[in-house]
């Protein structure tokens, strides 16, 4: 079982910069390909970036540039750096932990309860 807790959301303005943090507790967060997916009202969750066990990253192709993940193990948190926002990258942000080489959305195990990121326009 892992327990992942998101921080670090809140409201920003267009352009500015917020640092997502999530802390896991459980076993063996190292194994574990750990992501961000983002659900905005009225859309689907989408997914925006993951890093594997070997910190082998992935980005949504559109945010590739302003977004940057990262984790620490020792730590067993992850992280989403979020520059030059944009109102359209309002969301709920999601930590998502996988335990296959890639993360995809129907394939997450442990999902944390969410923290919301507005950006206003």
């Known amino acids: 079982q892992v327990q992942l807790v998101e921080s670090g959301g809140g409201l920003v303005q267009a352009g500015g910069s917020l640092r997502l943090s999530c802390a896991a507790s459980?076993?063996?967060?190292?194994?574990?390909?750990m992501g961000w997916v983002r659900q905005a009202p009225g859309k689907e969750r989408e997914f925006v970036a993951a890093?594997?066990?070997?910190?082998?990253?992935y980005y949504a192709n559109s945010l590739k540039g302003r977004f940057t993940i990262s984790r620490d193990n020792a730590k067993n948190t992850v992280y989403l750096q979020m520059n030059s926002l944009k109102p359209e990258d309002t969301a709920v942000y999601y930590c998502?932990?996988?335990?296959?080489?890639?993360?995809?959305?129907?394939?997450?195990?442990?999902w944390g309860q969410g923290t919301q990121v507005t950006v206003p326009s």
């Open positions: 459980g076993r063996a967060f190292s194994r574990y390909t």
């Open positions: 890093i594997s066990w070997t910190s082998t990253v």
């Open positions: 998502a932990a996988d335990s296959r080489a890639v993360l995809t959305i129907p394939g997450v195990d442990y």
